[in-house]
């Protein structure tokens, strides 16, 4: 990984490396207020944005409930696929600053046309004169609304695989206050995205649904107008890390050597595989696996030209290891995002029609869209618990620094999103039961299914994320990142296309919930959970954590590799 050249530096390669790299100047905390207020302000424009959008198409451009469920869940799933892109773009060509410029100015430009399709009449549908006689939208208003919804999306593809990393960039890796300052940055990170969550789910949506759609849309808009400002303020104080290159190139030479050398015999052990010493000292060598023993053939050295299309290293065939040992644990993530994203659309739907007054002498209503924020409170309040209570008595009978692994730790997220829509049938079955009567249900009794879906994601969402980062190599960081948002997208597109299977064949999700059977689709969901519990056990039965080699000196040669290919053959 190199460092953006400073003034006055002259370039260096090869062994003189980390002089150019000490030179870099660090500007550590003194970066952070424009890093954490463009985080902050940013996530607190886009949630803000983003979180009451059913409601926003539901009532103003007055679509139908199952299509505009059907409509989110596609843009969810775009702007969870586009990082994907967006990480490939930054390590290769851009890198992480200019990724981030370009995309917060595609944010904030969704944003303000997002708020104009409200503040202006022309670009929503005319207000309903009664409940039979609401027109919909025209193509051209719906064109303005997916206009503002592309560049969302790719404001989303360029800041969600950055920010984390740029952030960390700022501080020095080789110092332990640079690595302290790493990790309260982190804290702060998810702290602010937190309160960011909260303050949108509550202020911003409330000026939404119960002030004006216009004032509400603008006040995000503003926010992230300011997130842009704060960033480009802090220009000249930040470390910009160059292009490295990307790992998905690495991937495909090991995979095209293996296949070209398909037939070739394997190797008796790891000893005659291309082994060369390790150079790197910010990517820590990755010790042999026998899983996966076909792509070992990448590194089998014969006598055809070695190029790197034809021989690859050990290194980089572990590398590919890695990815293909966390692909049955993601896909099992998938399921478990489709289980938690079922509930997190209809649970709006369900508030619409409860009474959302806190108390019964009370008339200010709880808008349908803040429900969110109950799962943001379980998780507020629970992870200072699990880190400072739970984890140390549980490392004193473990042994673990996690107090458990984040293959268990995932596990127990998954038995509880199987909890958490058994819950969700049985409050939908009594509110539905009351709804035919005439008897509106408080809305505080979908708070309990809120709570256990707020701790199902502090441990499955968060054991994810942690595997990822753990256990990918360093230079595929971006990779992990992306690799989770891309979870995120495939599962999306899996649920609207899973409602609108369901709607048509059974009816169960019609637009009055009352006449619905919610509550057998929130069964059906659960089922397909407990399935995937049982498909996750076998996945972690079988997964290996990766293991580092120990190198005292990654510029020596080390006994039994080869130093070059020639002494190979």
């Known amino acids: 990984m190199e460092k953006q050249q400073q003034p006055g530096e002259k370039k260096i390669t090869g062994g003189e490396e980390e002089e150019v790299i000490s030179s870099v100047r660090y500007r550590g905390w003194k970066s952070m207020p424009y890093v954490i207020g463009n985080e902050t302000f940013e996530k607190l ?18 679509l139908p409930s199952v299509r505009a469920a059907t409509l989110l869940n596609l843009f969810s799933g775009t702007t969870n696929l586009a990082p994907l892109l967006g990480a490939f773009l930054s390590d290769t060509f851009l890198g992480r600053y200019t990724t981030i410029a370009a995309a917060s100015l595609a944010s904030c430009l969704g944003m303000l046309v997002l708020t104009l399709t409200a503040a202006i009449p022309s670009l929503h549908p005319p207000p309903c004169v009664a409940s039979s006689t609401c027109q919909g939208p025209t193509h051209g208003q719906l064109a303005a609304l997916l206009a503002a919804f592309a560049f969302l999306v790719v404001g989303a593809g360029g800041i969600r695989p ?64 300011i997130s842009c400002a704060l960033f480009f303020m802090g220009t000249r104080l930040y470390v910009r890390v160059r292009p490295e290159g990307s790992p998905f190139t690495s991937f495909a030479r090991v995979i095209v050597a293996a296949v070209r050398k398909r037939r070739v015999p394997a190797p008796a052990s790891a000893d005659d595989l291309f082994d060369p010493p390790h150079q790197s000292k910010r990517v820590a060598k990755i010790a042999y696996t026998d899983q996966f023993r076909c792509l070992d053939k990448a590194a089998v050295v014969t006598p055809e030209e070695a190029s790197p299309w034809r021989l690859c290293t050990v290194q980089q065939v572990e590398e590919v290891k890695c990815l293909a040992r966390i692909i049955p644990v993601w896909s099992a993530g998938i399921v478990y ?43 507020t309040v629970w992870i200072p618990v699990y880190d400072r209570v739970v984890v140390p008595a549980l490392r004193r009978v473990t042994g673990k620094e996690g107090g458990i692994s984040q293959l268990q730790r995932i596990g127990v997220g998954l038995v509880l999103s199987v909890a958490t829509m058994a819950v969700a049938a049985a409050v939908e079955q009594r509110r539905r ?15 309990p299914q809120q709570v256990a879906a707020g701790m199902s994601e502090a441990f499955a969402a968060i054991g994810q994320t942690e595997l990822y980062y753990r256990q990918f190599p360093e230079n595929m960081r971006s990779v992990a990142g992306a690799l989770f948002f891309l979870a995120f997208a495939l599962a999306n597109y899996a649920s609207g296309f899973m409602v609108a299977a369901v709607h048509r064949t059974t009816g169960w999700l019609a637009q009055d919930l009352n006449h619905a059977r919610l509550d057998l689709f929130y069964l059906t969901v659960a089922a397909i959970a407990a399935a995937n519990v049982c498909y996750f056990l076998l996945c972690a039965r079988w997964y290996r954590f990766k293991n580092h080699v120990e190198l005292p000196d990654y510029h020596h040669h080390q006994p039994g590799t080869a130093n070059t290919i020639a002494s190979k053959v």
């Open 45 to 62: 424009g886009t949630i803000g944005t983003t979180a009451n959008l059913l409601v926003y198409l539901t009532t103003v451009y007055h």
């Open 337 to 379: 995002f489709i289980v938690v994203t079922q509930l997190g659309t209809f649970v709006v739907l369900q508030a619409l029609q409860m009474d959302r007054r806190l108390t019964r002498w009370w008339a200010l209503e709880v808008p349908a869209g803040s429900m969110v924020v109950f799962n943001m409170m379980a998780m």
């Open 433 to 447: 039961r009351l709804g035919a009567a005439g008897v509106k249900m408080s809305f505080l009794w979908l708070v």
């Open 162 to 225: 950055c920010n984390l990393a740029f952030g960390a960039d700022q501080f020095d890796p080789r110092t332990d206050s640079g690595r302290r300052g790493i990790a309260s940055f982190f804290n702060w990170y998810y702290f602010t995205f937190t309160v960011a969550m909260m303050l949108s789910a509550t202020l911003i949506i409330y000026l939404q649904s119960n002030v004006s759609w216009a004032i509400g849309l603008a006040v995000p808009a503003a926010l992230m107008a």
